[in-house]
């Protein structure tokens, strides 16, 4: 028994010794941690270390910056998407309204090229229509100020998308005859980013089929081949934009192409047939388009 009460007296002698350690020990490990947090951001004359800050900041920083790039490389992403998508909007804008007739006419003073579009305003008899040129999606030229595109007159306009000097610029051909008088006139013009037209290239020539009224009838033969030769060679070396020569909007670029007299003759000299057919000449007996003006003067020298 002695033994027994002994023994738990040391032992509980041992407890309370024990338990007077534990929050002294705690004590002194928050002592010596707020020492050194002290030691760390204040220096030996109290002041609060300013690289230490600054180091924070830009550790602050870096970790700001990488959301921030992230969100800046979805930002282009989407604003790249949201451009393609209102292109194509546009697009389809576009061709619900316009009838896509050429890509790729230069722009001057740029490397860019344009897309061409016509826009048949009403259709049939006494139709009108305009073209209109545009760069990724957007209008820059209208040719509302230039000839009228209108099928009640046939064969007065036609516009062609054609090579000058390298460059894919318009042309604007107009083979005019009225009264007895013709008045044959094409224009090479450009058309720069801002919707300017700047001229290249012009051309014209002027004939009688009857007494002009000064006793004498203008039929320059050489003049009207040498007049048909430059016109046809850029029709050849082109595209049709859009043409009124029979009464209706056409937009075929083979257009009597093979004409074996002189390919294109319709398109460029329509007026001939309708002479032809007044004086009774017989078009398919003529080997070359020469023999045919000729024989036209020849025509009209016998009706004066």
Not at 55 to 64: A, G
Not at 76 to 87: F, G, H, L, M
Not at 248 to 265: I, R, T, V, W
Request: with cysteine.
């Amino acid at each position: 028994m002695r033994d027994r009460l002994t023994d738990s007296t040391k032992n509980n002698s041992r407890r309370p010794t024990a338990g007077r350690w534990i929050p002294v020990a705690g004590a002194v490990v928050l002592i010596l941690t707020a020492v050194l947090i002290f030691r760390l951001v204040v220096d030996k004359n109290g002041n609060v270390k300013a690289a230490d800050s600054g180091e924070l900041q830009e550790q602050i920083t870096e970790l700001s910056a990488e959301p921030d790039k992230e969100r800046q490389t979805e930002f282009i992403a989407d604003t790249e998407q949201n451009k393609e998508t209102e292109s194509e909007t546009e697009q389809e804008q576009l061709s619900d309204e316009y009838i896509l007739r050429y890509e790729g006419v230069d722009i001057a003073g740029t490397d860019k090229k344009g897309t061409v579009y016509f826009c048949e305003h009403n259709k049939g008899a006494g139709g009108e229509g305009e073209l209109s040129l545009w760069i990724d999606g957007e209008q820059i030229w209208r040719g509302g100020n230039r000839l009228g595109i209108s099928t009640a007159h046939a064969g007065q306009t036609s516009y062609y998308a054609v090579d000058y000097n390298g460059r894919i610029c318009f042309m604007e051909y107009n083979p005019y005859v009225g009264q007895g008088m013709g008045t044959l006139d094409y224009e090479i013009f450009s058309v720069d980013a801002e919707g300017n037209e700047t001229t290249v290239e012009k051309g014209n020539i002027a004939f009688d089929l009857k007494d002009n009224g000064a006793g004498e009838i203008r039929f320059p033969v050489d003049g009207l081949l040498s007049f048909a030769e430059t016109v046809g060679g850029y029709i050849a070396g082109g595209s049709l934009l859009v043409s009124t020569v029979n009464g209706a909007f056409e937009y075929d670029s083979s257009y009597d192409k093979d004409n074996e007299m002189f390919p294109y003759l319709k398109s460029v000299y329509p007026w001939v047939y309708d002479e032809a057919y007044f004086q009774g000449l017989d078009i398919n007996s003529c080997g070359s388009l020469e023999q045919v003006l000729i024989r036209l003067r020849n025509g009209l020298d016998a009706d004066s």
